[in-house]
């Protein structure tokens, strides 16, 4: 005989994971959002808005840490958590880049390995489009202050012994980058 009272019960918790998943996923949807619009706030030049935005996702990835807690499975249900960091990371690289030539540490943002280097990965797709900008804007430094700093980066994570991962096809991604910017340099050059 089927005992209705555990049914009842999983039922239950399975409506309760559920509810969890749906607020994860809704949080995830406005952290990714908000780290999206700070790196678009931060090629119109607006920063301030940017660290807005920024202060915006965190709060949101923070909400969602909170529901892990309440939920440790939940991250096996969703990549919201995941993708929603990789953006956040990507914004507080860009973002560091403008403001001090330089990116933030993992710990500093607050997001594990892989993620931080899927972010940096991500970073390079909007500073080639930040060097294509000032370039056509006619302001040659910057490019090349840009290509130098790709190509260190790009020297570091060759380093690296990569797999076969998702983190690995983001890897590659940073090569063409870095071509486009040794092309644009090349242009530059000539019109010096």
């Known amino acids: 005989?089927?005992?209705?009272?555990?049914?009842?019960?999983?039922?239950?918790?399975?409506?309760?994971?559920?509810?969890?998943?749906?607020?994860?996923?809704?949080?995830?949807?406005?952290?990714?959002?908000?780290s999206k619009h700070a790196i678009y706030a931060a090629?119109?030049?607006n920063l301030k808005e940017a660290h807005t935005l920024?202060?915006?996702?965190?709060?949101e990835i923070a909400a969602m840490n909170a529901l892990i807690k309440k939920e440790p499975l939940l991250p096996q249900s969703t990549g919201a958590l995941g993708d929603a960091c990789e953006e956040y990371a990507e914004a507080c690289c860009y973002i560091s880049y403008l403001e001090e030539g330089n990116v933030p540490a993992p710990d500093e943002i607050g997001v594990d390995t892989e993620t931080y280097l899927g972010a940096l990965s991500d970073t390079v797709g909007e500073l080639v489009r930040k060097a294509v900008n000032s370039a056509a804007a006619g302001d040659y430094k910057t490019p090349l202050e840009i290509k130098q700093f790709v190509s260190d980066l790009y020297a570091e994570l060759l380093l690296f012994d990569w797999r076969n991962?998702?983190?690995?096809?983001k890897f590659d991604a940073i090569k063409y980058g870095l071509e486009k910017l040794e092309d644009l340099a090349l242009k530059i050059s000539f019109k010096k």
């Open 1 to 34: 005989m089927i005992t209705k009272k555990i049914f009842a019960q999983l039922r239950s918790e399975l409506e309760q994971f559920d509810k969890l998943r749906e607020q994860l996923i809704a949080h995830s949807r406005v952290a990714t959002k908000s």
């Open 43 to 45: 090629h119109r030049g």
């Open 54 to 59: 920024l202060d915006a996702a965190k709060k």
């Open 165 to 169: 991962t998702p983190v690995r096809r």
